[in-house]
T-cell receptor, first 113, second 111 residues
Framework: ETGVTQTPRHLVMGMTNKKSLKCEQH?????MYWYKQSAKKPLELMFV???????ENNSVPSRFSPECPNSSHLFLHLHTLQPEDSALYLC????????????FGQGTRLTVV | QQPVQSPQAVILREGEDAVINCSSS?????VHWYRQKHGEAPVFLMI?????EQKGHDKISASFNEKKQQSSLYLTASQLSYSGTYFC????????????FGTGTRLKVLA
């Protein structure tokens, strides 16, 4: 148990579907992040939220839409995805403070068919 | 730009040592190391806050050369449980607080 919980753990969706990934942290952190991890590739930062405000969108296509209703919850809304979007999506949280570590959720394994 | 790690992959026998390097083209103000086992979340190992610092716990240690913008992770007398992918990372406050991770090193320890 890392204190960061992601649901669902696995998701298979068609290219015309709409789905959402959920992330919840119980660590009292004020920063949350979405990362994409494709097979044999590095962790790619997608979105950053500091104090519930989106502070970075790392050139992510608009078919990915994040939402952060409060400092404990983060969503990633998905629609009209492509097969190349299949990957492990990791949520992380931290304090907005230098020299502190990030805590990761277990990830959602997404397969787009 | 992501820090670059080397080697990309390494296979060891139990009891052997390994070194994983992390090099950045930008200034590093701190270095984090994480390990991710297959199908699991990355787990924080340690953080180095200033140049010249060395840290370790158990048989895993790290060093940070701030001037060279490099860090190295040392695994001695490796155990089966060390298998996984290792990432270096850095926290940055340029504009927004976020973590950028390195390219990753896949480590496999064989019995």
């Amino acid at each position: 148990e890392t204190g960061v919980t992601q649901t669902p753990r696995h998701l298979v969706m068609g290219m015309t579907n709409k789905k959402s990934l959920k992330c919840e942290q119980h660590l009292g952190h004020n920063a949350m992040y979405w990362y994409k991890q494709s097979a044999k590739k590095p962790l790619e930062l997608m979105f950053v939220y500091n104090f519930k405000e989106q502070t970075e969108n790392n050139s992510v296509p608009s078919r990915f839409s994040p939402e952060c209703p409060n400092s404990s919850h983060l969503f990633l809304h998905l629609h009209t995805l492509q097969p190349e979007d299949s990957a492990l999506y990791l949520c992380a949280s931290s304090q907005v403070q230098e020299n502190t570590e990030a805590f990761f959720g277990q990830g959602t394994r997404l397969t787009v068919v | 730009q992501q820090p670059v790690q080397s080697p990309q992959a390494v296979i060891l026998r139990e009891g052997e040592d390994a070194v994983i390097n992390c090099s950045s083209s930008k200034a590093l103000y701190s270095v984090h190391w994480y390990r991710q086992k297959h199908g699991e979340a990355p787990v924080f190992l340690m953080i180095l806050l200033k140049g010249g610092e060395q840290k370790g716990h158990d048989k895993i240690s790290a060093s940070f050369n701030e001037k060279k913008q490099q860090s190295s992770l040392y695994l001695t007398a490796s155990q089966l449980s060390y298998s996984g992918t290792y990432f270096c990372g850095t926290g940055t406050t340029s504009g927004t607080y976020k973590y950028i991770f390195g390219t990753g090193t896949r480590l496999k320890v064989l019995a």
